[in-house]
């Protein structure tokens, strides 16, 4: 294996381990005016308040090692995807200020504002990633000088705007799972009922992605006659999109909360797969395209930066872990809360 | 209208990196603060330490979350509005930004979590730990993104390879760009400057206390504190200041000289100016008062060796041949903002001395808090390190210019080719909306939180702590009426 594949891996990892985690804490804000009062809509703000930092910066990351391992493709996507991105993070600074500012007044008006801007942000910046993702999917036009030549209209077809809304759902869905762990008594039975309710639309989306992506997105199936074996990846994802709701029904929310997490866990792996070699697909000409190799920095760097990687990460794990293991179980409202 | 790109895009970097700028010294600064206090707690296991370590956790927490609001975009925006400067520099300056993410952000995100929400949820060992690393980790965060931004000042460790699209910086020796020539005195003086802007934070707040005759233990011990943190670094800035200034003069003579208006060779050595308005087309500096001899004396420790001028080609970077048709002054930084940025942050530089060193002695003989218009003056002087920190910020970039990388690439070429000047114009009314709003309601927070002020005391398990505690406060109260210890709890109104 070189050092640009096991970037493009661990560009991977670092995209999963977002999904993951920050998926959860966006289907938190989704959900969150689905909340009957004041006291459930702080237990939600809660129940993601210690983390949700720390998880947005599994995507400052994303950027910084995109930045340094496809120099070329950050400044591409980021470039090309302007508009779309000042949106992205406009949406992200809401949301950080809307937990931030929304319980330290008890005006209504004050908590109402902050409530919207926090649901909306969420969602937004969700639907973005989709819509990112999407693009990636089936190409955008990419001139032979690397540079983006469409406009921001070129952004919004069908295809990403589906796929926009699946991540909607899925992470509604996830952010679900998630509060069902953390909540109890009257505010846990409505979660569960949302559970239900999340993960139909998300079958729904799901199925309506893969119909799509299948009759009429070429390049995501492409590899998997190359790939054979990640055939094995559909299938898995499949069965574990299936478990989410038996698990549910047996009453473990954990393991829910566990097979969703490896449900997305797949589909970040799935769409890297449809992806590989490329990190930007040219819709203009192929040979446009930019890979792991073409937008690459030098070897030398790649290879520090997996130095650095390798000192960086087993510490990133033992912080995360230490502080989901300080902020496990039911959320409580206390002196120190949003 | 003509929408020129490059320098909106120039535009949009200044507003968001100004309005970011605000936060993070102040994190690093009460940060550090914060891990003295508490350090104090764990020490003397005395309890108002620990009150103090909550409150100000709590002002932290709204610093911390502009920062990281506003980061977020600094993180991006390489690519978004400087797509041809991230290809030119990805492989080195990207490495070290991932590190900075890797090693600083996920550091301090954690063990934030731990020091607002886990007072009730760790031990007390545990949650110094976390506001250690909570203060670390913001000074990794420093280090990374000054490394990242002395390599564009002063380039090391690298070589170029490609030409026209393809041409690029590749690495070579790590070490050597992270120790590039300039980084370990910026990173100093950015450090010593955050440690100010956060004494002089808590000083303000405390004095406010004291004038409004509220928690006045606690803003005592905070300001006593505060006091002699920020006189220690007014004095440290001044030195280090002093060595960067001559490190500049040796790594960026073309800047050094736009930020003392030396426009020419003048015999006898170059003269200092306090004052002025450099003129460009003049060539001299207009209404000057100037030592003379003192440029070449602080520079070179000898009054008549001569300082680079700016009509000296010397100032060009080295190997750097002139294209046909440019002249000396097309390679000048705008040399009056230079001048009057730079003598803004020395100029306040010099008063942070004046006001703390005599405030310690102040309080060493115990009347500085009978003072009241000197506290009136700590209230408000907090915007003094803030507007410091950014002018000298925005010297150290405006006097790069032309060059976004000193010597390799122009500012005027970096700019991304995809996007518009419509939509760099877009992005810029919409962050300023944004950004103005977040700052009056950012500011209105603040304030509201500093008016309820610290917990008092409450009824809690008994320790023995609190107990001899109590047991002070009684005495105290008995013996000064009027000055109550148990004022109301305002917690979260």
Known sequence: ?338 | MDLDPVFLARAQFALTIAFHYIFPPLSIGLGMLMVIMEGMYMVTKDVRYEVMAKFWTKIFALIFAMGVASGIVMEFQFGTNWATYSRFVGDIFGSALAAEAIFAFFLESGFLAVLVFGWDRVSPRMHFFATVMVALGSIFSAVWIVVANSWQQTPAGYHIVGVGLDRRAELTDFWAMVFNPSAVERLTHVIIGAFILGGFFVMSVSAYYLLKGRHEDFARRSFGIALPFAAVFSIAALLSGHSQAVNVAKTQPAKLAAFEGHFTKIDGGAPLYILGIPSEEQRRVRGGVAIPGMLSFLVHGDWSEPVTPLDDPAILPEGHVMAAGETLSDYWPPVNACFQLYHLMVGLGMLFILLTVPALVLRWRGTLFEKRTLLWVFVFAVIGPIIANQAGWAAAEIGRQPWIVYGMLKTADAASKAVSGAEVLTSIILFSLIYLSLLVVWIYVMDSKIRVGPEELEAGPPSAARERWLNAATRRADASTGDSVTEVPGEDR
């Open chain 1, 1 to 338: 294996m070189d050092l640009n594949l096991l970037w493009f891996i661990l560009i991977g990892v670092l995209l999963t381990g977002y999904a993951i985690l920050d998926g959860f804490d966006l289907g938190v804000g989704i959900l969150h005016p689905g909340a009957r009062n004041d006291h459930d809509r702080r237990i939600l703000m809660n129940s993601i308040g210690p983390l949700w930092d720390g998880n947005e910066v599994w995507l400052v990351t994303f950027g910084g090692a995109l930045f340094a391992a496809f120099p070329h493709a950050y400044a591409t996507a980021f470039s090309g995807y302007y508009l779309p991105f000042m949106l992205l993070l406009v949406a992200l600074i809401f949301r950080a200020v809307s937990m931030e500012f929304r319980s330290k007044r008890e005006s209504p008006t004050w908590r109402r504002f902050f409530d919207v801007s926090f649901c909306g942000s969420s969602a937004l910046a969700t639907w973005l990633f989709g819509v990112a993702v999407g693009n990636s999917m089936i190409g955008i036009p990419v001139g032979a000088d690397r540079e983006y030549v469409g406009g921001f209209f070129n952004l919004l077809g069908p295809f990403p705007v589906l796929v926009g809304l699946f991540a909607v759902s899925m992470f509604a869905m996830h952010g679900a799972i998630y509060l069902s762990l953390k909540t109890d008594g009257a505010l846990q039975k409505r979660v569960h009922r949302w559970m239900w309710r999340t993960f139909f639309v998300f079958v729904a989306f799901f199925v309506g992605v893969t119909v799509y992506a299948v009759a009429a997105v070429p390049s995501a199936t492409q590899n998997f006659r190359q790939f054979p074996w990640a055939w094995a990846v559909v299938v898995l994802n499949v069965l574990a999109v299936a478990n989410i709701p038996r698990a549910i029904h047996h009453g473990r929310p954990l393991y829910a909360f566990v097979t969703s997490c490896c449900s997305i866990a797949a589909f970040v792996f799935l769409f890297m797969v449809a992806l590989y070699p490329n990190l930007i697909v040219s819709s203009l000409n192929p040979e446009w395209s930019l890979d792991i190799y073409n937008a690459a920095s030098s070897p030398k760097t790649l290879g520090i930066m997996a130095i650095i990687a390798l000192i960086g990460m087993p510490f990133v794990l033992t912080y995360t872990a230490i502080i989901y293991w300080v902020f496990r179980g039911k959320v409580e409202l206390g002196k120190f809360s949003y």
